[in-house]
């Protein structure tokens, strides 16, 4: 979707579920203050592919770019040599093949990121982070302030405002 006004444009696409995914995941997991440090570590020692294991993060439905609110996850392939390190790096994987997806149908519309600024929960994990760019080919940035969603927010309605 693109928002005009005033010669300012705004490029969006969002996904439905990414960081309460993960989150989910981790309650699901028990885990608790140490989780995300573990699992991150864990699941950067496994290769990209999981080991065959696939995550189709639509535990919400989907947004962009096949809005479909009643589509829903999937783990295939789980085996029993696969643990929650796996399930953990295909879930993050799956979240980034998603954000791809998003990103091909903007570049079949005339507009190609040449980079990703992100803040907020993922900027805590770099593998998430690395995926993220591998998957989407281009770098991921981090803000300064870890939490500028309601910043940017600002910012944007203040420039668009004059």
């Known amino acids: 979707k693109t928002l005009c006004g005033g010669g300012v444009h705004v490029v969006e696409g969002g ?39 696939v995550v189709q993060e639509h535990l919400q439905g989907n947004r962009t770019p096949h809005t479909d609110p009643l589509s829903r996850g999937v783990i295939s392939g789980l085996t029993l040599r696969h ?27 005339g507009f190609a990121p040449r980079e990703v600024v992100v803040c907020g929960g993922a900027t805590r994990s770099p593998l998430w982070l690395q995926i993220h760019a591998d998957v989407a080919g281009v770098p991921f940035k981090r803000t300064r302030c870890a939490d500028a969603p309601a910043l940017g927010s600002a910012i944007l309605a203040a420039v668009a405002a004059g």
């Open 15 to 53: 996904q439905t579920s990414t960081g309460s995914v993960v989150n989910w995941y981790k309650t699901l997991c028990g885990g608790g203050d140490t989780f995300y440090d573990e699992v991150n570590a864990a699941a950067a020692a496994i290769p990209p592919g999981c080991e065959g294991l």
């Open 83 to 109: 643990g929650r390190a796996h399930v953990y790096r295909a879930i993050l994987e799956g979240i980034a093949f998603g954000t791809r997806l998003i990103f091909d149908a903007m570049a079949a519309n």
